[in-house]
């Protein structure tokens, strides 16, 4: 499907390609298209003690000039934007449009660290003392190991990165093993701007390619104070206590099971769109995928109608071609989990439309399906799970108390939003009774975040922050620093020590 002239505008060469033990399937005919190989144990050693030494380096560089290498990365990323896109798509499956708008967040959180790179601020604090000053200074922390999902292949490295880098660190970058080419080719990419800047030190940014055991290697490092990974929520079990007992710091952006509750006095033709982009855009493969929608029964009888038509009627296919809004699940496990998901729903009492395979017989080793919708009588065990699946699970509320308790009676705590007229409604489900997401939303769905905000959940989506707002200081270390500019040592408290000298 996929001829390998293509990747070499992205500076991948055909022997980078060939011969490797992982084997990179595009999900949109699920054949085979390349072979990388993984880094062996030695060699994940060796990359992070290079990017150690990088570290040395790059933190003496002025925090601007390291805005600077940013600024031009996002100018390269600019040019590359069309191609980067497209082999997105390829590689993960998502619609073009999605597959340009992750490179498009790439640029926008690069423009976002170059004005970063400026107000990495810390706080000037009155001292009880008599001349003395009290300040918070910001360091650079140290290698920061990123760590991948597939389903966002190039954004969340990216948000990562661009952050990273401006704060003084160098990055190990563990992508999903799904997804390898693309983080290559944002590695070749980096490569051209880091010449183009000139001085920046040998191993500021480096590729691992490897299954779950290479990102172990880097969770299990010491030398890697930060380690960002994103990734399920069974991902996360597993990494955050191992970083926690080097005493070392993980950023969890983990598994969601994300909802909307529908007012009675919600515009309903917003709500309609906005919950079809969510719930079947990038088929449902996104960490804020809209999954539970709950309902006020008065309206409940008018919007589900129109959601099926629609659920029914928008264009599952090929998502290279233009019109198409749904594109394949990554693979035919995804596609098992789906299925087992709705029989599991079906016992429970679910009333299930949609959900089956589609376009089998043009692709059959691809997994494309038709969205669900699946009308429980209650959240049973299966909706509280995350399915990573276009599945909606729809059920009715009555008082918004009860709707609110719903919403949060689920593990994960990422992305919810509240459709409603009535701002009583509305700033209820902000306040902090209301909504316990790190996500918390007001006509407008839950996914499709700008850079600008801090992007994360709580509960087992794992308490992580990045992108926006104040997330850089999770890539700083904090040192509070006291300066005595007085002759006279007095003690804090008012404590006398008189040691008679
Ligand atoms: P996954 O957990 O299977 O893998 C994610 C990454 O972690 C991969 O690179 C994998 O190789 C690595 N990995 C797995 N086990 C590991 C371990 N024990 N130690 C170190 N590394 C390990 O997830 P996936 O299927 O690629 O992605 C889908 C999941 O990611 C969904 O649950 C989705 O909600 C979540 N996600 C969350 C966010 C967020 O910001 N909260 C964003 C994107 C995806």
Not at 103 to 121: K, N, T
Not at 261 to 279: E, H, K, M, N, Q
Not at 347 to 371: F, I, K, T, W
Request: hydrophobic share 40%; net charge neutral; with cysteine.
């Amino acid at each position: 499907m996929t001829s390998l002239a293509f990747l070499q505008v992205l500076g991948i060469e055909p022997k980078m390609l060939q011969g490797g033990d992982i084997v990179v399937r595009s999900p949109i005919d699920g054949a085979e298209f390349a072979r990388v190989r993984a880094d062996s144990p030695a060699e994940i050693d060796g990359k992070i003690a290079k990017a150690r030494a990088a570290f040395l380096e790059w933190r003496r560089v002025p925090a601007p000039r390291r805005g600077e290498l940013i600024r031009l990365f996002g100018e390269d990323l600019r040019k590359y934007k069309a191609a980067l896109g497209e082999l997105v798509t390829i590689e993960n499956g998502k619609i073009l449009e999605e597959g340009k708008g992750e490179v498009q967040e790439m640029i926008d959180i690069c423009d976002f660290a170059v004005g970063l790179s400026r107000q990495l601020y810390g706080l000037t604090i009155a001292s009880e003392r008599p001349g003395h000053r009290m300040m918070e200074t910001w360091h650079p922390l140290g290698v920061t190991g990123v760590i991948t999902a597939f389903n966002f292949p190039v954004a969340v490295w990216a948000w990562n990165f661009a952050l990273a880098i401006v704060c003084g660190n160098p990055v190990v970058w563990k992508p999903s093993e799904k997804t390898p080419l693309t983080a290559l080719a944002c590695q070749r990419i980096f490569e051209q701007t880091a010449h183009r800047f000139g001085a920046v030190p040998a191993h500021l940014s480096q590729v691992v390619l490897g299954k779950r055991e290479a990102g172990m290697k880097i969770v299990d490092d010491s030398r890697v104070p930060l380690v960002s990974a994103t990734g399920s929520s069974r991902m996360g079990h597993e990494v955050g206590p191992r970083v926690a007992a080097r005493f070392g710091r993980a950023l969890l952006e983990l598994g969601g099971n994300n909802g909307m509750i529908v007012a009675p006095t919600a515009d309903l033709d917003l709500a309609v769109r906005a919950i079809t982009f969510s719930a079947v855009g990038t088929a449902g493969q996104r960490c804020t995928t809209l999954r539970r929608l709950i309902v006020h029964d008065t309206i409940y009888d008018r919007l589900l109608p129109r959601l099926k038509k629609v659920f029914d009627s928008v264009k599952v296919g090929n998502p290279l071609e233009s019109g198409t809004l749904v594109g394949p699940l990554i693979d035919g496990a995804a596609f098992e989990r789906m299925q087992s998901a709705l029989a599991r729903a079906r016992v429970d009492g679910g009333a299930v439309s949609g959900g089956q395979r589609q376009l089998e017989n043009v692709h059959p080793h691809a997994h494309y399906v038709r969205p669900a919708i699946v009308e429980m009588p209650q959240q049973t065990a299966i909706v509280r799970e995350e399915t990573f699946a276009p599945i909606l699970y729809t059920m009715k509320y009555r008082e918004l108390a009860d709707a609110v308790r719903l919403h949060n009676d689920v593990p994960q705590g990422l992305a919810s939003c509240i459709f409603t007229g009535d701002v009583r409604e509305a700033e209820t489900f902000v306040s902090t009774e209301g909504s316990d997401c790190g996500i918390v939303n007001v006509n407008i769905g839950p996914s499709g975040a700008e850079i600008g905000g801090a992007f994360g959940g709580e509960k087992e989506t794992g308490g992580g922050r990045e992108s926006g707002s104040d997330a850089w200081k999770a890539y700083m270390r904090r040192a509070t620093n006291t300066i005595n500019y007085s002759r006279e040592l007095p003690l804090a408290q008012g404590i006398s020590f008189d040691v008679g000298a």
